[in-house]
Each structure stands twice: as C-alpha cells, then as structure tokens.
C-alpha cells in the first residue's frame, strides 16, 4: 500500500491511498479521516468499502478518460469525413446539415447538432465562407 502512495500522481490519488492507510495503520474512523484528508465522510466510508470488496483495484491509478459514448470511431469519423472533404476540394459548398443527415443514416439514429460540430472541431475542421466585401474596399463604394 505504501508503495502505492509513492506511485501517485494527482492529489486526489494520493487523498484516495490515505484514506485506507489511515483507517488501517492508525485506526482513524470515517470521521477522523475525512476531516483529516478533506474528503465527505460519505466519500471516505465509499472508498473504504470498496476497498473491502475489491482490494486495491478499488484504488486503481489509472486515468479514467476516454470516449465512452461514441457513435464511431476516430478512424471511422476520418472515413467519414473523407467523402466530404473531396466534395469540398472540388470547390462544392458543404452544408452542415447535409452532413448532419449523413451522419444521422451511419449511425442510424438521431444526435443533436453538437455532435457534428464536435465532430469538425476534432478533425480541425474550420468554417470557410466567402467575404461579403473585400477589407480593402473604399467606404462609400467609389461614389463620392
């Protein structure tokens, strides 16, 4: 356990291992400890009761993050996005919500529009339009 705590990384890592060897080396109660290590109480009596169910697993430093929800693949959504992206070489205007459908029938259900947006902030994706007007232009249009 002890060689645990040397191996943390975060704060909160380190909180989690303290809880345990406080409850096992010094023989603190819930209460003790929480006001010790800064936790709930709640927080410390569910850390010590994972810990009895699942060792220290239940302390696992892994970093949690991830995409756990995802429709598709990193690699897929650059697939995807290929059919698009000769389309908008070709010098074809891309709508989003063309897109958005397209991607509605890949995944076969419906996401909201933030997925899409999403989507082409990941991939690096930027919003190209034309100017209106050119920067550089006179302010009253030539006339005098």
């Known amino acids: 356990m002890i060689k645990l705590l040397k191996q943390t990384r975060t704060p909160g890592e380190h909180k989690r291992i303290q809880c345990i060897l406080l409850r ?27 810990y009895l169910r699942h060792g220290e697993q239940a302390l696992d430093l892994k970093r949690r993050g991830g ?12 697939t995807f996005l290929k059919t698009f992206d000769e389309q908008s070489q070709a010098g074809q205007l891309l709508e989003v919500s063309s897109l958005h459908k397209a991607y509605e029938k890949k995944v076969k259900r419906s996401v909201p529009s933030s997925t899409i947006y999403r989507l082409l902030q990941r991939h690096h994706w930027g919003k190209v339009m034309p100017r209106p007007v050119h920067p550089e232009r006179s302010r009253n249009d030539g006339h005098f």
């Open 67 to 78: 995409r756990r929800h995802e429709n598709m693949s990193v690699e897929e959504e650059k």
């Open 24 to 50: 096992a080396h010094q023989q603190m109660d819930a209460e003790q400890i929480s006001k010790a290590v800064g936790y709930h109480i709640g927080t410390v009596r569910g850390l010590h009761h994972e």
